[in-house]
């Protein structure tokens, strides 16, 4: 079935870094989501992309989907401790009915 | 305005008993989602229902596990004669419409401990 693949599975960084977390996926998306879980939360749904080389901000949170629709990023300008949390990616599958979540990057902000 | 509802937040078992996790979808919401996250792992895709129905549960084990939507009432994770191996934190979902066009609301998950 579908899957997507992000990397890196971990970044620790210090605070006022930038951080990037990239999703792949071998065939060509529809769609693709982002959510972020914060430490013994739940995941909360950040944003979808749609449109091939779609580039949409969230205040520090640029998302980009890529121009092949098989790939897609999302940035963080300047960390901040409150960003810490483990980011996904998600693309519907099984006939959209059901969605696949990748594997997440957690991401540690140091001070 | 509640959002999802999960009941349950935390639940001990001892190997055997039976786990009933609810879940109340966000008002408006006819479908339903069920995930399940193993310690430091992702999230898992269990089973897709609306009211009354299964849409999709290829995700769920064969054996123990089952899910129900009824016309009344919250959804319903069963696990039957729970094992170790089922201690995770289960989420439930709901959306306004299924597919794509429509995040994801989860609730805040039923951690499932087996002693």
């Known amino acids: 079935g579908q899957q997507v693949m992000q990397i890196p599975q971990y970044q620790h960084v210090q605070e006022g870094e930038d951080f990037t977390t990239y999703c792949n996926s071998s065939t060509t998306l529809s769609n693709i989501q982002w959510y972020k879980q914060r430490p013994g939360g739940h995941p909360v749904f950040l944003i979808q992309l749609v449109k091939s080389g779609e580039v949409k901000k969230q205040k520090r949170l640029t998302f980009q989907f890529g121009e092949a629709k098989k790939n897609s990023s999302l940035h963080i300008t300047a960390t901040q401790t409150t960003d810490v949390g483990t980011y996904f990616c998600?693309?519907?599958?099984?006939?959209?009915?059901?969605?696949?979540f990748g594997t997440g990057t957690q991401l540690k902000v140091e001070l | 305005n509640a959002g999802v509802m999960q009941n349950p937040r935390h639940l001990v078992r001892r190997r055997g008993q039976e786990a009933r996790l609810r879940c109340s979808p966000m008002?408006?919401?006819?479908?339903v989602y069920w995930y399940r996250q193993l310690p430091e792992e992702g999230l898992k895709f269990m089973v897709y229902?609306?009211?009354?129905?299964?849409?999709?549960e290829s995700g769920m084990p064969k054996e123990r596990f089952s899910a129900e939507f009824p016309k009344e009432g919250p959804s319903i994770l069963r696990i039957q004669q729970v094992v170790r191996g089922d201690s995770a934190a289960y989420f439930c979902?709901?959306?306004?419409?299924?597919?794509?066009?429509?995040?994801?609301?989860f609730g805040s998950g039923t951690r499932l401990t087996v002693v």
């Open positions: 008002k408006g919401h006819s479908h």
């Open positions: 998600a693309v519907f599958t099984g006939g959209g009915n059901k969605l696949t």
């Open positions: 229902l609306q009211k009354e129905n299964i849409i999709d």
């Open positions: 979902a709901s959306s306004l419409q299924s597919g794509t066009g429509n995040g994801y609301t």
